[in-house]
């Protein structure tokens, strides 16, 4: 497996490539400079378990990239890095399939937080087998997620009162979304309510 890294700034390309290696010690990273490359690249390579997409591409405009990377690789996580401020952006590459919005400009710890949770195995990360009771298979800080969801809390909110980044709270929230098989807020707490993990 191999993650992908898709930005056509090579300063860029390379720093991302760096944390990388400092977050996942000898992995296979691939660079790109344009998604026209894509196919021809990974028919070269090993199969992708994580792209790193920067928005503006040659060959992209707006949130094409992550429409036709999710196209092709649904199953493929995949974290937009951009120097595009989230306030503009980041709603509409959700809704498009990106599971993860940074902003370069939150530096290389923050991008490193982001990508190593991303990176992690469900075990590694403090969660249960798949299969579990719903009440057992999520992980102690899912299960707080859920009641500050519930609670209506922002991800700023949620962040200030865990003591995190609000791109790590990003992270889990995607975490939390794959294990349960949903994709948004509204989902979770139905779920949760459905599944007997919330008290009222």
């Not at 990239?65 to 989230?86: E, R």
């Not at 590459?93 to 710890?109: I, L, M, N, P």
């Amino acid at each position: 497996m191999a993650i992908y890294v898709i930005d056509d700034h090579p300063l860029m390309r390379e720093a991302i490539v760096m944390v990388l290696r400092r977050v996942r010690p000898g992995s296979e990273v691939v660079e790109l400079s344009q998604l026209s490359d894509l196919d021809r690249v990974v028919a070269k390579n090993s199969p992708p378990e994580l792209f790193c997409l920067d928005l503006k591409l040659p060959d992209t405009v707006g949130i094409s990239g992550v429409k036709l990377l999710k196209g092709q690789y649904p199953h493929v996580p995949l974290a937009v890095i951009s120097a595009t401020p989230a306030a503009d952006v980041e709603e509409w590459c959700t809704e498009a399939g990106a599971d993860v919005y940074v902003e370069k400009s939150a530096g290389a710890s923050e991008i490193a937080l982001a990508l190593r949770a991303m990176l992690q195995t469900d075990t590694e990360f403090g969660e249960a087998e798949e299969g579990a009771a719903p009440d057992t298979k999520l992980s102690k800080r899912q299960k707080q997620l859920i009641v500050m969801l519930d609670e209506g809390l922002s991800n700023r909110e949620i962040a200030e009162r865990l003591g995190i980044s609000e791109h790590t709270v990003k992270v889990h929230l995607w975490r939390l979304f794959r294990r349960l098989g949903v994709k948004s807020r509204t989902q979770t707490l139905h779920f949760a309510r459905m599944h007997g993990l919330l008290s009222s």
